[in-house]
């Protein structure tokens, strides 16, 4: 499964919201899908899994939703610590992850 | 502290062998899926591979096999990655993961902090 994601690069501010997509070329089953964060010199981190269940100690203001071959990450009132590449995984076929969108200020 | 804690950057020359390391802590090591990615500039993420320490049972994505080889000791909490003869395209940072719900197919939920490779003459 491939899988795309959009925009490459996203340009806010903080306190902004951004929406980040990563579309499918074939259905995922079961929702089987995960968000990722990576920020430099730091160890990756899941988000969120199963398209909208936030891995323990996430904050609700991100928010994953999505079925079949769209999915959306999406992070309210953006905080400096935000701002990174975000991948997201499918593991309903193997697994294989998008390309990444970077958050930038 | 639930942690992978990989071994240190390295720079080697084209042939050269490598191993590389990823050192689980504070869960139960031989009890999850361990997985290798490789993060290279253009490419993104890529699935390496995976192997279960309980049995090493050790599977690969179909370009990575017979490329690398995925072990695991579980006596020491630790799984490798290993090249027996490297290649410049080699050069990437690798990750070690855990896999999450006891199938070589899950959600990552932990991440090493990445090991550099280097291959350059």
């Known amino acids: 499964i491939v899988l795309t994601q959009s925009p490459g690069t996203l340009s806010l501010s903080p306190g902004e919201s951004a929406s980040l997509s990563c579309r499918a070329s074939q259905r995922i089953i079961s929702g089987y899908l995960a968000w990722h964060q990576l920020k430099p010199g730091q160890a990756p981190r899941l988000l969120i899994y199963e398209t909208s269940r936030r891995d323990t100690g996430i904050p609700d203001r991100f928010n994953g939703s999505g079925s079949e071959t769209d999915f959306t990450l999406t992070i309210t009132r953006l905080e400096p610590d935000d701002f990174a590449v975000y991948y997201c995984q499918q593991y309903g076929s193997s697994i294989t992850f998008g390309g990444g969108t970077k958050v930038e200020i | 502290d639930v942690q992978l804690v990989q071994s240190g950057p390295e720079v080697k020359e084209p042939g050269e062998s490598l191993q590389i390391s990823c050192k689980g802590s504070g869960y139960t090591f031989s009890s999850y899926w361990i997985g290798w990615v490789r993060r290279m500039p253009e490419r993104g993420l890529e699935w390496m591979g995976v192997?279960?320490?309980?049995?090493?049972?050790?599977r690969y994505r179909p370009s990575f096999r017979g490329q690398v080889t995925i072990s695991a000791d579980r006596s020491i909490n630790t799984a490798h990655l290993q090249w027996r003869s490297l290649k410049a395209s080699d050069t990437a940072i690798y990750y070690c993961?855990?896999?999450?719900?006891?199938?070589?197919?899950?959600?990552?939920?932990?991440w090493g902090q990445g090991t550099v490779v280097i291959v350059s003459s």
């Open positions: 993961v855990r896999l999450l719900g006891g199938s070589p197919e899950g959600p990552i939920d932990l």
């Open positions: 192997i279960y320490p309980a049995y090493s049972d050790a």
